[in-house]
Structure formats: C-alpha cells, structure tokens
C-alpha cells in the first residue's frame, strides 16, 4: 500500500543554518500529490506546499521542494532556519489524483531552531 | 472565510467510557476526516465521509465509530476509552472536485483517567 517516510524524528539547528527535512514515499499511482504540512504548536496543520509535477520546484514562504519520482522524494529545505520554523512538519502522500482524497501522513519531522 | 470547529477543545474521559467529538466546517467541503495525532506516529486516518450519511473506515478505525448527520458536520465516537490514553483527535475537510488539499481543525485533546 502507498506509505510516506520522514526519516528523522526531531531535527535540531541553529538559527540560520539550512534545513532539510526527508521524505521519500510509495505508490502504485503514477500521478500522485506529495504535500508538506506545518503543525505550530496548539493551532491546526495547514499546508505549506504541494506538489503533483515531477522535478518541477515549488516554493512557500521561503521553503522549497521538488518531486522526484524517479528517486520518490519530496524533500522540504530551506537556505536558512528562523526561530518562528520551530514546528512539526509532516510530509504527506494522496492516494488519488484527480480528486484528492484519504492522505496518507509521515510520522513526522520536529524542527527546533536555537539562536 | 470559512473555519472548521472541533468541539470540545480538551476532553478528559474516564475508562471505559463512551466519548464523542463533534466537528463542524462552513467551507461547503463534501469530505470530511478524523484523523488520530499520536507522538513519532504521524497522523492515521480514523474515518472520513464524502458526502452527508457516507462512513469510509481508514486504518484506524477499530474503537471508533462515525457519524455524518449533515453536509457541514463529522462527529467521532470513542466507544471505550482506554486508561491512560492521550492523543489528539484532528477534523479536517475538503472538496471533492479539483485539486485541494484538506485544511485542518485545531483538534481535539484527549486524555483517559
């Protein structure tokens, strides 16, 4: 079945230097969406950037990811961490193209930045 | 602009008993999720309904059941809750037609005494 793959649990960096948070996924759809969502602490997860189109770089709020499809992976990076980043990102897979539907969600990757 | 509201906020619960969270969202979305938030698991799907009277079990479903009385409204049933238990319980919705992406309640906090 289709699954999503955050390898790190919690990431911890230092004001200003990059980020990099991994996801890699399965599926057996050619056409799937891979997204990022951003959970702050006591407020809803919310979408930060999506992705439908092989190698083709999307960028949000100073966040950046390309899907690969050959290496099945949508990593999330950004060229210099802030203190307001320190948040939970989920990576997440859709099951369907056309319509989205059930997603399928990563563990999860806890970022704090430090000063 | 619309808003999805879980309600309540915090819900502490005792074992063994019966606990339901409501969800209601005014963006006219047809489907509705509840999703489970658990520590280094991700969030796993509970149930999700396309439409008004509609009930799709995800892989979590077992403990749970799920009721959609309306189009704008999702309410999620712990039928025994389990001492000690804590997670948080996510609503989310999103249209049927076209290409986006849920958008999320605040959750629901639960702790089993």
């Known amino acids: 079945g289709d699954s999503v793959t955050q390898t790190e649990g919690l990431v911890t960096l230092t004001e200003g230097l990059p980020v990099m948070l991994n996801c890699t996924y399965q599926t057996i759809y050619s056409n799937a969406f891979l997204f990022w969502y951003v959970h702050y602490l006591n407020e809803s997860p919310w979408l930060l950037l999506r992705?439908?189109?092989?190698?083709k770089r999307t960028e949000h709020q100073g966040f950046h990811a390309t899907l690969h499809k050959s290496s099945s992976s949508f990593h999330l990076q950004k060229s210099s961490a802030q203190l307001s980043d320190s948040a939970l990102y989920y990576c997440a897979l859709s099951e369907r193209g056309s319509a989205l539907g059930r997603l399928h969600f990563g563990a999860g990757t806890q970022l704090i930045v430090i000063p | 602009g619309g808003i999805i509201t879980q309600t309540p906020k915090f819900l502490i619960g005792q074992e063994g008993q019966k606990l339901t969270l409501k969800c209601q969202q005014n963006?006219?979305?047809?489907?509705m999720y509840w999703y489970r938030q658990d520590s280094g698991k991700g969030l796993r799907l509970i149930y999700y309904?396309?439409?008004?009277?509609?009930?799709q079990k995800g892989d979590l479903s077992e403990g749970y059941d799920a009721s959609r009385e309306k189009k704008s409204s999702f309410s999620l049933t712990v039928t025994s809750a389990q001492k000690n238990e804590m997670a948080v319980f996510l609503c989310?919705?999103?249209?049927?037609?076209?290409?986006?992406?849920?958008?999320f309640g605040e959750g629901t906090r639960l702790s089993v005494l």
């Open positions: 309904s396309i439409t008004e009277n509609d009930l």
């Open positions: 989310a919705s999103s249209p049927d037609r076209g290409n986006q992406a849920p958008l």
């Open positions: 963006f006219n979305h047809d489907t």
């Open positions: 992705s439908s189109t092989d190698n």
